[in-house]
């Protein structure tokens, strides 16, 4: 069984930044790609940012791309998501989940492991 646990979220004003982690447990960890979705209220879960196995690609949402990056630790069996020049328009639940499929990477129906999300808000 695959557990995830996402840390780090908090309030913050706008022009500061976060780090998110995601701690998984189970040894097939290292042979996923790992991606990160967010869901403010009232709005659906969208794409934030994937990883692939070995971090060599990345991929991110044209919204949060040049703010966030998107990190592993396969020794810790850690991703990382580091957000900066946060907007309030970032506020949100981010998730990270683990992608089941071998492309797709933006469609959360692809992902069969989620975390419990952390709370991210940011004021203006």
């Known amino acids: 069984q695959v557990q995830l646990a996402e840390s780090g979220g908090g309030l913050v004003q706008a022009g500061g930044s976060l780090r998110l982690s995601c701690a998984a447990s189970?040894?097939?960890?290292?042979?996923?790609?790992m991606g990160w979705f967010r869901q403010a209220p009232g709005k659906e879960r969208e794409f934030v940012a994937v990883?692939?196995?070995?971090?060599?690609?990345?991929d991110y949402a044209d919204s949060v791309k040049g703010r966030f990056t998107i990190s592993r630790d396969g020794a810790k069996n850690v991703v990382y998501l580091q957000m900066n020049s946060l907007k309030p328009e970032d506020t949100a639940t981010y998730y990270c989940?683990?992608?089941?499929?071998?492309?797709?990477?933006?469609?959360?129906?692809?992902?069969?492991?989620w975390g419990q999300g952390t709370q991210v808000t940011v004021s203006s």
């Open positions: 990883i692939s196995v070995s971090g060599s690609y990345t």
């Open positions: 989940a683990r992608r089941r499929t071998l492309s797709g990477s933006r469609y959360s129906y692809n992902y069969d492991y």
């Open positions: 189970g040894r097939t960890f290292s042979s996923y790609y």
